[in-house]
């Protein structure tokens, strides 16, 4: 007999990614239809490549609109040179900001030129900004290979805030080929905490692909605990994880 699933985490698996994607464009375009001033939560990464495109094709026809909206990604890279073309916030930028109509005032970002002295100052300047903001109304979230969500690595508390933090072996392994090698990604980065992405009004969660398939077993299967950052998802009155068949292959049948 499979083990029971024991998380509360809802879940869909989508024929594909794309399918996936495409639905939660379609939620997210009603959302900004009723709500114009939306407040999102931004992440970087291979998987909401999608739903990026998805979005850009959707203002471009003219069916929604950023203009009253605001961002803010989820984190970010330290050591890096202001305007570095492989910080977070060049890639947002690049991937979907630019072809979008928020207006620039209400793209927040996190500096990847912090030192270890004013870290702390930009980070509860972030968390006044969100507050300010109204609290994040729909927060996308991808999930690293070790359970992290943005970049609140294993062992990270659920009521932890935004913060300084050191990158974990497995995501300095994934991260070096957009460094061109290892030793190139920074050991440092800033991240909004597990207690500020719980205080998201609404929580969507994609994961794509065969080598997501152990860490979505595990997340779905395990009780809330911080070996595994993504389990702290569990008990949110609104969180969603949408998964395509790869993703979704171990999960007890
Ligand atoms: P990925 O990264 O989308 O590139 O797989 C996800 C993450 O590390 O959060």
């Not at 509360?8 to 900004?32: C, E, G, K, M, N």
């Not at 609140?152 to 300084?164: D, L």
Request: hydrophobic share 40%; proline share 6%; charged share 20%.
């Amino acid at each position: 007999m499979s083990p029971l699933l024991r998380t509360s985490i809802a879940y869909t698996v989508f024929p594909s990614a794309q399918a996936a994607a495409r639905a939660l464009a379609d939620d997210l375009s009603q959302r900004l239809r009723q709500r114009p001033e939306l407040v999102l939560g931004l992440p970087t990464g291979n998987t909401p490549l999608g739903l990026y495109r998805e979005l850009i094709e959707r203002q471009r026809a003219g069916q929604l609109s950023f203009a009253r909206a605001s961002c803010f990604p989820l984190d970010e890279y330290l050591d890096l040179p202001a305007a570095d073309p492989r910080s977070f916030a060049a890639w947002l930028r690049q991937e979907f900001l630019q072809h979008v109509d928020f207006a620039p005032e209400r793209i927040h970002r996190l500096d990847s030129t912090l030192d270890a002295n004013q870290w702390r100052q930009a980070a509860q300047r972030y968390e006044a900004l969100i507050q300010a903001a109204g609290g994040i109304d729909c927060m996308l979230l991808g999930i690293g290979r070790n359970g992290h969500i943005a970049f609140n690595e294993p062992g990270s508390a659920r009521n932890s805030r935004t913060r300084e933090v050191e990158l974990e072996a497995t995501t300095l392994h994934d991260a070096a080929k957009s460094f061109g090698g290892l030793e190139h990604v920074p050991r440092r980065a800033i991240t909004m905490g597990i207690g500020t992405i719980l205080e998201s009004r609404t929580i969507r969660v994609l994961a794509f692909g065969t080598n997501k398939a152990a860490i979505v077993r595990q997340i779905l299967c395990s009780e809330p605990q911080a070996a595994w950052p993504a389990t702290w998802l569990a008990g949110h009155p609104d969180v969603h994880c949408l998964l395509d068949p790869a993703s979704a292959a171990d999960l007890p049948g």
